[in-house]
């Protein structure tokens, strides 16, 4: 795993200007981001043992679908916590790969 993907699997994701999004679109992003743990809630949830290590799941998913470049990693809380990880593949196509955070185990590609 080379540099750029561990900076791209950081939890910090991408910044939204609030003044730039207005209406539903607001609202569903609002709600998205209550789901996601931030980058020091997915620190704890890992060094407390709830959920497997983001780097982890990324090979994971590599192993899956080799030679794809991962775009994001965010990690989502719910009655079962779950990765959603962001890869661009070699076809060119961008998929969601949906992980359980604590088996590891891949629930399913969106």
Do not use: C, H, W
Not at 10 to 23: H, P, V, Y
Not at 28 to 35: K, L, P, V
Not at 57 to 66: G, H, M, Q
Request: glycine residues 10%; charged residues 25%; proline residues 4%.
């Amino acid at each position: 795993m080379n540099r750029r993907d561990v900076i791209r699997a950081g939890f910090a994701g991408a910044i939204i200007a609030a003044s730039a999004i207005s209406g539903p679109v607001a609202a569903a992003t609002t709600q998205n981001m209550q789901n996601r743990l931030s980058s020091g809630q997915a620190r704890d949830a890992r060094d407390s043992g709830d959920v497997l290590p983001a780097l982890r799941v990324i090979s994971i998913v590599r192993s899956r679908y080799p030679g794809a470049d991962v775009l994001d990693a965010e990690l989502e809380r719910g009655g079962s916590p779950r990765y959603i990880i962001k890869i661009l593949t070699r076809e060119g196509r961008r998929i969601d790969v949906v992980v359980d955070a604590r088996t590891g185990q891949i629930l399913y590609e969106r």
